[in-house]
């Protein structure tokens, strides 16, 4: 990842230039080292059987492409291995029974801010909360006075009810409306999976006090996300903690939102898609000393043994790279005792039918250490560079949860070239020149530069899969951080059709997208005296914040480098998401891109 501390951000959509012959490809000394043991012992997703062993690593390989042989594993650096820690195993329903009635643990009900009005008698003036507190005595609105609770947004009160058919009753603020996008339902549903945690409860009802505030178009959307809230947020990754916490939350049942087959089969795709999400987070949370190269590609291969009905599973090594003339992603990867691979997963429906090729291409840098333009000083975050194979979590997140939904129609690449960027002897140096697999040959004026030499490969590897749509997703720059944020990513695209895709498919996520331009005057910085380009630009133009209050919003950092391997004829999104990657406050992995992902496929599959 380059950080806005050693880089600028500038990008450009520039003009093609004329082709020049390819220059011989530099032969890189690498170690043949063995990968460290895999990186769980279990797939992270519910009910899933149990993983494959590295014996059986890309077993499924076809695509006329060498698999890479899978070595021994060695002992993790420091000893240190994942604790095996089940994941959250929830069973949802959806019903339509008088909340009153339920029995159970404790009952959550979701209130606005209108909902807690009162009369001149003072009692609530909302029907549920009316007989719910005469059910309990006036209870509820004695203990909603006294903790100040208003039914604002993140406002959490719980009682506990001896002699009720449910155990406690949790009120939980909404704000001023009831959830109409998917990501405040989300939020609910972290909501009831926190007060669920304090109480220990195994099962649990969520109800609207005012469930006509719900639009009927938004219900089956509301149930998915409550649901798939519920998992994310009573999940916690302790694999690498002496001790975890067990989960007793086992049931919940959504009331009010409807019944029936429907609503079902939405559950049952938050749950499918919440085990994605928990893979992605599982793998940008493991440290680089566990999560190698090697450990990555048989993690995702394991996604390939586990849906071998749609999944098979490529491998490339170094010497078929080099065969691919793929220089330039050879040339990141050049330091590494752990060899690089290049890993490509590639779904297709079991009926066959395929009627739209996508791909999904994500950046697989296991650890980023700047290279010889090493990370230094405040800001650079070297100690988080685990995470800057996050674009890959979220391919392979998405390919896990794919796996399990089946869609039809489509079939997917998923492509990653994984490697480390570090210091050695046979490391890129500043000034080298790297020539990608399509010819073209890049300057490289910074090795901190090193995800889009990297991700230039893979884009050319993509178009030659036949594919119509190109995604890639890479934390590719700090200074997308600086102008968005730590929870927005940015998007880079030439083709409207594609944005408005994913606008779409965001809005049912609740992922968080600000599309920036690809401005071509700014080419003129990423010319080269020797090469056919250089890999990052001058300092002018990098603050995007800066820009888009002058109505010249720059781009960033040499995005038109990715146009250079992307064919004219295949759409094609680049997302930065080096902001929401990584949740600072709670020091963990989000799983971003995932959700976003499968709707995107989804739409297309449709």
Same mark, same amino acid.
């Given at each position: 990842?380059? @950080?806005?501390?050693?880089?600028?951000?500038?990008?450009?959509?520039?003009?093609?230039?004329?082709?020049?012959?390819?220059?011989?490809?530099?032969?890189?000394?690498?170690?043949?080292?063995?990968?460290?043991?895999?990186?769980?012992?279990?797939?992270?997703?519910?009910?899933?059987?149990?993983?494959?062993?590295?014996?059986?690593?890309?077993?499924? $390989?076809?695509?006329?492409?060498?698999?890479?042989?899978?070595?021994?594993?060695?002992?993790?650096?420091?000893?240190?291995?994942?604790?095996?820690?089940?994941?959250?195993?929830?069973?949802?329903?959806?019903?339509?029974?008088?909340?009153?009635?339920?029995?159970?643990?404790?009952?959550?009900?979701?209130?606005?801010?209108?909902?807690?009005?009162?009369?001149?008698? %003072?009692?609530?003036?909302?029907?549920?909360?009316?007989?719910?507190?005469?059910?309990?005595?006036?209870?509820?609105?004695?203990?909603?006075?006294?903790?100040?609770? @208003?039914?604002?947004?993140?406002?959490?009160?719980?009682?506990?009810?001896?002699?009720?058919?449910?155990?406690?009753?949790?009120?939980?603020?909404?704000?001023?409306?009831?959830?109409? /996008?998917?990501?405040?339902?989300?939020?609910?549903?972290?909501?009831?999976?926190?007060?669920?945690?304090?109480?220990?409860?195994? &099962?649990?009802?969520?109800?609207?006090?005012?469930?006509?505030?719900?639009?009927?178009?938004?219900?089956?959307?509301?149930?998915?996300?409550?649901?798939?809230?519920?998992?994310?947020?009573?999940?916690?990754?302790?694999?690498?903690?002496?001790?975890?916490?067990?989960?007793?939350?086992?049931?919940?049942?959504?009331?009010?939102?409807?019944?029936?087959?429907?609503?079902?089969?939405?559950?049952?795709?938050?749950?499918?898609?919440?085990?994605?999400?928990?893979?992605?987070?599982?793998?940008?949370?493991?440290?680089?000393?566990?999560?190698?190269?090697?450990?990555?590609?048989?993690?995702? %291969?394991?996604?390939?043994?586990?849906?071998?009905?749609?999944?098979?599973?490529?491998?490339?090594?170094?010497?078929?790279? =080099?065969?691919?003339?793929?220089?330039?992603?050879?040339?990141?990867?050049?330091?590494?005792?752990?060899?690089?691979?290049?890993?490509?997963?590639?779904?297709?429906?079991?009926?066959?039918?395929?009627?739209?090729?996508?791909?999904?291409?994500?950046?697989?840098?296991?650890?980023?250490?700047?290279?010889?333009?090493?990370?230094?000083?405040?800001?650079?975050?070297?100690?988080?560079?685990? *995470?800057?194979?996050?674009?890959?979590?979220?391919?392979?997140?998405?390919?896990?949860?794919?796996?399990?939904?089946?869609?039809?129609?489509?079939?997917?690449?998923?492509?990653?070239?994984?490697?480390?960027?570090?210091?050695?002897? @046979?490391?890129?140096?500043?000034?080298?020149?790297?020539?990608?697999?399509?010819?073209?040959?890049?300057?490289?004026?910074?090795?901190?530069?090193?995800?889009?030499?990297?991700?230039?490969?893979?884009?050319?590897?993509?178009?030659?899969?036949?594919?119509? =749509?190109?995604?890639?997703?890479? @934390?590719?720059?700090?200074?997308?951080?600086?102008?968005?944020?730590?929870?927005?990513?940015?998007?880079?695209?030439?083709?409207?059709?594609?944005?408005?895709?994913?606008?779409?498919?965001?809005?049912? &996520?609740?992922?968080?997208?600000?599309?920036?331009?690809?401005?071509?005057?700014?080419?003129?910085?990423?010319?080269?005296?020797?090469?056919?380009?250089?890999?990052?630009?001058?300092?002018?133009?990098?603050?995007? /914040?800066?820009? #888009?209050?002058?109505?010249?919003?720059?781009?960033?950092?040499?995005?038109?480098? *990715? #146009?250079?391997?992307?064919?004219?004829?295949?759409?094609?999104?680049?997302?930065?998401?080096?902001?929401?990657?990584?949740?600072?406050?709670?020091?963990? $992995?989000?799983?971003?891109?995932?959700?976003?992902?499968?709707?995107?496929?989804? =739409?297309? &599959?449709?």
């Amino acid at each position: 990842m380059a @950080t806005a501390a050693s880089t600028s951000a500038a990008a450009v959509l520039a003009s093609r230039f004329l082709r020049r012959s390819p220059r011989p490809l530099r032969r890189l000394a690498l170690s043949s080292r063995a990968p460290p043991a895999a990186l769980s012992a279990r797939p992270s997703s519910f009910h899933c059987p149990a993983p494959l062993g590295p014996q059986q690593l890309g077993h499924r $390989a076809r695509m006329g492409h060498s698999t890479a042989a899978a070595a021994a594993p060695a002992p993790a650096l420091g000893l240190t291995k994942p604790n095996a820690v089940e994941p959250p195993q929830i069973t949802f329903s959806a019903k339509d029974v008088e909340f009153s009635e339920w029995k159970g643990d404790i009952l959550a009900v979701a209130v606005t801010e209108k909902d807690l009005s009162k009369d001149s008698a %003072s009692k609530f003036e909302n029907a549920v909360l009316e007989k719910l507190d005469g059910q309990l005595g006036g209870l509820l609105s004695e203990v909603a006075a006294e903790e100040d609770f @208003t039914g604002k947004a993140g406002q959490s009160v719980v009682l506990r009810l001896p002699g009720q058919g449910f155990k406690r009753v949790g009120l939980i603020g909404l704000g001023q409306n009831a959830p109409s /996008t998917a990501a405040a339902s989300r939020g609910l549903g972290e909501s009831v999976a926190s007060i669920a945690k304090a109480a220990q409860a195994s &099962s649990a009802a969520i109800v609207f006090a005012s469930p006509s505030g719900i639009q009927e178009e938004f219900k089956l959307t509301a149930a998915a996300t409550i649901a798939s809230g519920t998992v994310l947020g009573l999940y916690e990754d302790s694999r690498y903690k002496s001790e975890s916490k067990k989960v007793h939350l086992k049931q919940v049942d959504l009331i009010g939102l409807g019944s029936g087959p429907e609503v079902d089969q939405k559950l049952k795709y938050a749950n499918d898609l919440a085990s994605g999400v928990i893979f992605g987070r599982e793998l940008v949370n493991s440290p680089a000393n566990v999560l190698t190269p090697a450990v990555l590609a048989e993690e995702a %291969s394991k996604i390939a043994s586990t849906y071998s009905d749609v999944f098979t599973a490529t491998i490339l090594d170094v010497e078929k790279c =080099k065969e691919l003339k793929m220089g330039s992603y050879l040339a990141v990867a050049a330091a590494s005792a752990n060899p690089p691979h290049f890993i490509h997963l590639c779904y297709k429906p079991a009926g066959g039918n395929v009627k739209r090729k996508l791909a999904i291409v994500g950046k697989g840098l296991t650890f980023d250490s700047g290279g010889y333009n090493i990370k230094t000083g405040p800001g650079c975050s070297i100690e988080l560079m685990k *995470f800057d194979m996050g674009g890959s979590a979220a391919v392979f997140g998405a390919a896990k949860a794919l796996g399990q939904i089946k869609p039809p129609g489509v079939e997917v690449h998923f492509i990653v070239a994984a490697c480390e960027n570090m210091i050695s002897g @046979t490391g890129m140096r500043p000034g080298d020149i790297v020539t990608a697999s399509n010819g073209k040959t890049i300057e490289v004026n910074n090795t901190d530069a090193e995800g889009r030499l990297t991700l230039a490969d893979a884009l050319v590897y993509a178009c030659n899969q036949g594919v119509e =749509k190109i995604v890639d997703l890479a @934390t590719l720059t700090g200074a997308c951080v600086v102008a968005l944020g730590p929870s927005i990513a940015g998007i880079f695209t030439p083709s409207d059709e594609l944005a408005k895709e994913i606008s779409a498919a965001s809005e049912v &996520s609740g992922e968080k997208f600000w599309r920036l331009p690809l401005e071509e005057s700014y080419w003129e910085s990423m010319k080269s005296g020797v090469a056919d380009m250089v890999n990052t630009g001058g300092r002018q133009g990098g603050s995007i /914040t800066a820009a #888009l209050f002058l109505k010249q919003s720059s781009v960033l950092m040499a995005l038109v480098l *990715f #146009l250079q391997y992307v064919d004219e004829k295949v759409q094609w999104m680049h997302i930065d998401m080096a902001g929401p990657v990584w949740n600072d406050k709670k020091r963990t $992995a989000t799983g971003f891109g995932v959700s976003t992902l499968v709707e995107w496929v989804l =739409k297309n &599959s449709s």
